[in-house]
């Protein structure tokens, strides 16, 4: 079966610095991807959809890359909402990634 | 503005039943596919099930197949979420979600806990 692994499980940055998050599939996935953003006590957000594609409404500080196997989100420059849990997800079986944390340092 | 307001999470014994609901607005809903999406206390997302916007594709998590029934109601702008058989395992919060292409989810609703406890 198809398995998303992210990398790191926590990331400590300051605001202002650039945040660089993996998503790594088992399979090829093709651009079949999705990044979604959640705080607590709140539903998930989501940012980029087809690995690359911004979802309305998303800043665009937010990008995301790869295709196949291996993805990045990059959160170009830090604002302090942007800590926050960040999940990947994809097609083939509708699963997600463990997340990364991403928390001020 | 699109709205997804979930309702009938609650405290169930194992073994039990319960049924969610999801009330839709401020779209077509019968123009998407729909989802329950859940997530147990602390720990990451799980997907649970997708159904088409004619009910003709449904799909489960091999973690409820065979307990779960999901379905939808389209003159009612409504999607449910039939669970039997709890476990302990199953408790979470449980959202309904929109599916716009296939797989990811554009807007979910705030979510209801679902508590699975003798």
């Known amino acids: 079966e198809l398995v998303l692994t992210q990398s790191p499980a926590t990331l400590s940055l300051s605001p202002g610095e650039r945040a660089t998050l993996s998503c790594r599939a088992s399979q090829g996935v093709s651009n079949y991807l999705a990044w979604y953003q959640q705080k607590p006590g709140q539903a998930p957000r989501l940012l980029i959809y087809d690995a690359s594609n911004r979802a309305t409404g998303i800043p665009a500080r937010f990008s995301g890359s790869g295709s196949g196997t291996d993805f990045t989100l990059t959160i170009s420059s830090l604002e302090p909402e942007d800590f926050a849990i960040y999940y990947c997800?994809?097609?083939?079986?509708?699963?997600f990634g463990q997340g990364t944390k991403l928390e001020i340092k | 503005e699109v709205q997804l307001v979930e309702s009938g999470g609650g405290l169930v014994k194992p073994g039990g039943s319960l049924r969610l609901s999801c009330a839709a607005s401020?779209?077509?809903?019968?123009?998407?596919?729909m989802s329950w999406v859940r997530q147990a206390p602390g720990k990451g997302l799980e997907w649970v099930s997708s159904?088409?916007?004619?009910?003709?594709?449904?799909y489960y998590a091999d973690s409820v197949k065979g307990r779960f029934t999901i379905s939808r109601d389209n003159a009612k702008n409504s999607l449910y979420l039939q669970m039997n058989s709890l476990r302990a395992e199953d408790t979470a919060v449980y959202y309904c979600?929109?599916?716009?292409?296939?797989?990811?989810?554009?807007?979910w609703g705030q979510g209801t806990l679902v508590t699975v406890s003798s």
């Open positions: 997800q994809q097609r083939s079986n509708y699963r």
């Open positions: 159904i088409s916007l004619l009910s003709n594709y449904i």
């Open positions: 979600a929109r599916d716009p292409r296939g797989y990811d989810f554009d807007y």
């Open positions: 401020g779209f077509t809903f019968n123009s998407y596919s």
